[in-house]
């Protein structure tokens, strides 16, 4: 027969039942607003919740910053610009499935000066 005891539960909190599918929406987006005010008790899916939403946040930014670049170096340097930034769209997108892998497995993917920023609040 086997053993009906609960996982041990995380320190400070309570484990959620729907963990996996909280960490994963931590990291699409505005939609990391839904675990953060579902999941109030589950410490894990909150710090992953404000992790997704301060790495949403510094992504809103670079994307102004790289429009505005664009704009102001013209047509050909513009060019180049999206161009390269395309790449470090696709490093970003990297980053977003490398954070949710972790996630489910039960660690943290720590982002310099994003996991640290997020782990103030």
């Known amino acids: 027969m086997?053993?009906?005891?609960?996982?041990?539960?995380?320190p400070g909190g309570t484990q959620s039942s729907n963990r996996s599918v909280m960490i994963v929406l931590s990291y699409l987006w505005l939609l990391a607003l839904v675990p953060l005010l579902v999941e109030k008790d589950?410490?894990?899916?909150?710090?992953?919740?404000?992790?997704?939403?301060?790495?949403?946040v510094a992504e809103f930014i670079f994307w102004i910053a790289i429009t505005i670049v664009t704009i102001a170096l013209g047509t050909i340097l513009g060019c180049v610009v999206s161009m390269l930034s395309l790449l470090v769209w696709v490093g970003i997108l990297v980053v977003h499935v490398m954070a949710i892998y972790k996630g489910i497995n039960g660690q943290r993917f720590i982002i310099p000066g994003v996991s640290e920023y997020a782990s103030r609040f």
Not at 2 to 10: E, F, R
């Open 42 to 56: 589950d410490k894990e899916v909150q710090w992953h919740a404000k992790h997704g939403i301060v790495l949403m």
């Open 2 to 10: 086997a053993d009906a005891t609960p996982p041990p539960l995380p």
